[in-house]
């Protein structure tokens, strides 16, 4: 995938994701109106299909609720790609179907710069900067529940 990068820091939590006020909107695409519109708030208008997400440590920490994820997915976004996760979100976001990549070197990527991504192997080039990174690529079944968009269809699938 290729797409451009939208920035953010360290410890991004699920209210900065989408606001609790939001929280009785039910479709991935309702809850990408307000994705992020508390801390960047021309985000939701001009997110494009495909473009990803960069951050530093502990991204989506917070509460336990799959609205944040749901919120990422309904904007169409390529990956996420952070230092590290909080691990609810991480399994949230799998298995909502959200791509999602820990990057050491995350830091290096700036908000603006053209990535390429290749999630079966977690490398990442940087098209701006002519770098290259490695991310902990995701495991086999882990990316076939994000292919398959989720866990619900991935499951579907299996017992087909």
């Given at each position: 995938m290729k797409g451009k990068v939208w920035k953010f820091g360290d410890d991004i939590d699920t209210d900065a994701v989408i606001p609790g006020r939001y929280l009785i909107m039910n479709t991935p695409e309702e809850l990408a109106a307000h994705a992020f519109e508390g801390v960047r708030a021309e985000f939701p208008k001009k997110v494009q299909e495909n473009d990803i997400i960069v951050a530093g440590n502990n991204f989506g920490c917070g509460s336990s609720r799959e609205h944040a994820p749901l919120a990422l997915k309904g904007t169409k976004i390529g990956c996420v790609i952070a230092k590290s996760f909080?691990?609810?979100?991480?399994?949230?976001?799998?298995?909502?179907?959200?791509?999602?990549?820990e990057c050491s070197e995350a830091d290096r990527?700036?908000?603006?710069?053209?990535?390429?991504?290749?999630?079966?192997?977690?490398?990442?080039?940087?098209?701006?900067?002519?770098?290259?990174?490695?991310?902990?690529?995701?495991?086999?079944?882990?990316?076939?529940?994000?292919?398959?968009?989720?866990?619900?269809?991935?499951?579907?699938?299996?017992?087909?």
């Open positions: 909080a691990r609810i979100f991480f399994r949230n976001a799998i298995n909502i179907g959200v791509p999602l990549l990527i700036d908000d603006g710069d053209i990535l390429e991504v290749d999630l079966a192997t977690g490398v990442i080039k940087n098209m701006t900067k002519n770098e290259q990174y490695q991310a902990t690529p995701l495991p086999d079944f882990v990316r076939g529940i994000v292919d398959s968009g989720g866990l619900i269809e991935y499951a579907k699938k299996m017992v087909r």
